[in-house]
């Protein structure tokens, strides 16, 4: 399952944060691929607008992942 998932409609690119589990927790994982999907929509001429979201219900994101470090 990947940790980010980006979807485009019309000009608007929507980022998710898809750690769910760990209540998106941010790890290297997430932070490479969340890098690379921001670079990838700042590339694109067509996106006007950028959305960043969590998946889950509990939160947008708990912050860096501690058990990682």
Do not use: H
Request: charged share 25%; hydrophobic share 45%; aromatic share 2%.
């Amino acid at each position: 399952m990947p940790v980010v998932l980006v979807e485009k409609k019309q000009d608007v690119c929507i980022v998710t944060l898809n750690r769910p589990e760990r209540m998106n927790a941010i790890n290297a994982e997430l932070r490479e691929a969340l890098i690379a999907a921001l670079s990838e929509a700042n590339q694109d001429a067509s996106v006007r607008a950028l959305v960043i979201t969590g998946a889950g219900d509990q939160a947008f994101s708990s912050g860096q992942d501690l058990e990682e470090t």
